[in-house]
């Protein structure tokens, strides 16, 4: 008999204690409510537990997707600052305020986040949404310094290094120009020739003649061979390469443009068939000087807004 | 031409003393007589009042009188050249205002007008000023003289190279007084003879290219710039490649000159100018496209740029923003998502169609705004299984007053180029299963799973471009297209369940709403305006102007109205998808505002924001701003006859700042920018209701019961109650007929809403303010005008019915 009630009383003991146990949390309801599309009741059990502190990370984003789902947006703002700033060491936080300040159309605020977030950890991508915003705005000075960072992190692109040259070059600062032009050309593709030929002008006004003959002689190969692809009529880089190092030291490009020249056929017919001594035949270079003397074309394909066409 | 020779020729006499032309002949002695021989008539008409006297008297001898009498008609006749030379006035010839700009394009570039760089961009400036687009394909021949005859300007913005008859075509309009603007000089051509054409055509209009082009930049410097520069965005300090360009003539006007050096030598080259033959503007230094998101902004401005090229001086422009002289507020709602069961919390217990959210929660709560619903005809045809719901819906939503019957096509195409030239064995091909069902569902859970582990290949932007990739032609293709059902079935679906008498009124395009021009005639035969397409915006994701459409988009002979302002499915597919994303129409509509007005309030949204809670909220918040501001609200398909009005309006200048407008249809407004010195003057004015001022432009509020109108203008003195006639401010209702009496006026109105007005040009004192229907007095009070001449005004009546108002002096005792 005792055992008998003993037995009975533990059951009731174990299925009072089961139960208990299986009462849903303060989590568990939530959660059951967002799955069950009931979101006014889960906006407010969330929001009773935020303002008790208790901010878990998913928890505080079912929040804010509440918030957002009513487009209550002032709230939502307000829950996604809390979080960006409980979370301040943290880019993906920051990257998801950056993220709702898009969302919203609050512009400054995002790029002020970007910025932050860039600061924090830089990133091209990063990178590549605030140099969007700086350029369509024309908040040029913030793109330079941008663009400096970057060349500075060696995690510049091609085009930006061009572009970063190209502004230094036209503020006048030849030997910021040249860094960001030097870079330049060791990254981008070697067909591409406004930033090298800009690189050329810039070591040559501050003195490098050498440098500047010396790179241009290793650009012209791939120049002429590219010249070959050029439509009839357009002017063709090379021959203004050509045209550019002649004016600097006629003796010096001559004999550089030899030996490029050498080299080229070398690796074409092999060491035996080398032509001993070099004859400088460089593609109308003796043609007429176009009206307006050096400042001409390269002939590269533009679109519509003036910008270089991707090959 | 010779209609408006005739009209001129009846105003005439009725209105305006406008002064008949001069003969030739007549010319010939102004010429002569007035500045040489002035002197001498001067002396015979002094003698002629001489010889008067003695050659009537008795007494003198024949002789004299012979030779008096001779000297006489001597006199005489020389007097009577003079005398027919003379002026009554020196008031200028009508002329018809030219509004035609033609859009010359290269369809080998562009296949489609509204494919164009030019319809794009340059189109909504076009419009803001007056003027009219309409397009030539520069492979299809060059238009004639007769084509030409009432064109006001040329336009090109080429990439290729036109065909080398283009530049002596070109070179002809300019000599023959027709501006011409180009834009880009991509489509150069680069053979010498063509290049020299293309120079001459250039230096008609003030400019020429040497040939040369300076792409090393960074050693240019800018020479000159004015206002005209930097309008959206600055100018690049990495300038763009650039022609060099010289001008001639006086008349040309340099906005930006560029000075590049080449050791010893200086290039000069003016890169945008006008001139008063046209204009020109380098690629590069107009509009600025950033290259890695595509966006665009204006370099220079574009309405003034285009002012200067095209000539715009002072004149009426017809507008189609404002009415009332508040900026026009309209809705429509697409039919799309209308049998969609709601996901809003407060319609769970009964599961609820979208269509019957939005009639709870958007419609019948404003009866004080109204609404065009566009219907899609399957949705509502048990052919293709529909719900009850669904129809008693759209017969509850056409029962209100408010709402406009729509129609949103009867299959919902969504993309109408596919069904110009229908092929019923393909359309079964594009959208029949190429998947069995096992193999339709496996496919799908694998794409969930990769999802899942992969979410990096969920690309940002699917969203967008899947609609696109994986729309069928139209929604429902279950049975063969045919353009008839598609246009007059869909009508007649909506008007079926619509209350007895309630036409239907309005189409609204569906899908990419690029209907071809067969179905646009269609709708017009039906006598139904039309609208959709555009997708105008202009806020903090897309921060230019360059994101506003024109008003209509041209299909052949047709033109398609464009909505006033991006639908929410624009918004809400923003980003990764943003459900609250419509509250950022509210960013347009303040661009838009302010410092031009460039286009009316249109909240147009699909019945599917009736799905979700933050999409009503949306539409919410503009419904409940509507309230609050200072708008005209009309039905959609009004806004849509003031569109095509905008392209019927024909103006005749009348010399001393009067205008005869005429052919208006629905278009009851005109505007004057730059007018801060001007007013109307009611006195020399016919069928003008009012004048409001905003910025520096000046309304003007057309009478609806006059087919024809003259707009007169003075000068503004700055006192408002100088203005001697009653007129209309501003109002939320609609006004016509207004007949000015000896103290106060009568008007009719109509409209949505409590009639806020206010009324100004009336002498201090007393009114007697009445609100009439055929059968009562609705409303009256008496209202008090003092030194302004102004009487503001909130009628409480029911005006969706046309009323009658009545101002009228009163006595002390509120008697009329």
Redesign the interface.
Known sequence: MFRHIALIVSLTAVALAAGVAMVPGEREQWTMLVRD????EALKALETRYRAGKREVDAVLHLYKLY????E?EQATRIMQEFAADHGDDPAAVALLAKHY??????PAQIRTLEELFDLSPSVQTA?EL??HY????T?DREETLLRTLLANQIIAP?DAE?LG??L???GDLYG?REALTRFDEIANPERS?GR??LF?VLVQIGDKTAALHKAASWIGYWRKASNHRTA?ADIPSVRLVRMMMAVDEATASRLLCEAQRTEMTARAGDEAAPAACELNVPRLTAEV?????????G?P??????RRRR | MRAHGRVAGKYRRAIVPVRRCRSNFEHLFIFWIEPVLSALIHISWLRLLALLPAATRCDVPLRMVLTRSALLLVCVLSLAPGAMAQSPADTPPAEPVRREILAVYDSREEPRPDQT?IHRFAEMPLNHLGLVVTYWDVNAGFPGAERMANVRGVLT?F?RTPPPLFYLWGREQVRQGIRTVIL?D?GLP?GNTAFADANRLFAEIGFGL???????????RILHRDALIGFE??L??????FP?VGTFGADVSSHLVLE?R??D?V?ASSVVITSSRGGYA????F???????G???WIIDPFAFFQKAFGVETMPIPDVTTLSGRRIWFSHIDGDGWNNVS?V?AY?EKPTIAATVILRELIAPYPDLPVAIGVIGADIDEKYGTPEAGRQTARDLYLLPQVEVATHSYTHPYQWSFFENYDRALEERLTGPDETEWKAVLGERMRRLAKRLFPGLTRKGEAESKIVEDDPPRAYSDFPFDLDQEIRGAITAAEEVAPEGKHGTLYLWSGGAEPFEGAIARTRRLGLRNLNGGDSRF???Y?SISYLSPISRPAGAERQIYAGNANDYIYITD?NG???GF??LE?TVNATETPRRLKPINVYYHMFAGE???QL??VR?HLDSARQALVTPIGASHYAAIADGFFATQMMALGDSSWLIQNRGALQTVRFDDAAGLTIDFTRSTGVLGQRKKGGSLYVALDEAQDDVVVALAPDNGDSADISAPHLIEGRWTFRDMRRQDCGFTVMAKGYGTGQMTWGGLRPGAYHVAVRTTSETVWEDIAEVGDDGRLALTADADAVNPLEIEVACSDENGRP
Do not use: C
Request: aromatic letters at 6%; a neutral charge; charged letters at 30%.
């Open positions: 599309g009931r979101n006014q957002m789902s009513f487009a947006i898009g969302d919203v159309q609050d512009k590549r140099l969007a350029r369509l705005e024309g040029f085009n572009r190209l502004m070059a036209a503020r120009a406004i030929l800009a002008d009529g176009d009206p307006i003397g050096r400042a001409v074309s390269n590269e533009h679109d519509e807004f003036g910008r | 760089r913005w990439r880009g991509g680069s040497s040939g040369g082009l300076v792409d090393l930049t960074y050693g240019t965005r600055p690049d300090p990495v300038l763009p490649a060099i590049h080449e050791g030598l290039l380098a690629n590069g230094y509009v600025y496209e950033e290259p890695g998101t966006r665009t902004k996901r919390e769970r806020d903090a994701d921060p980003g943003r459900d609250h509250l950022h960013a979700r809670a933050a909220a949306g918040h």
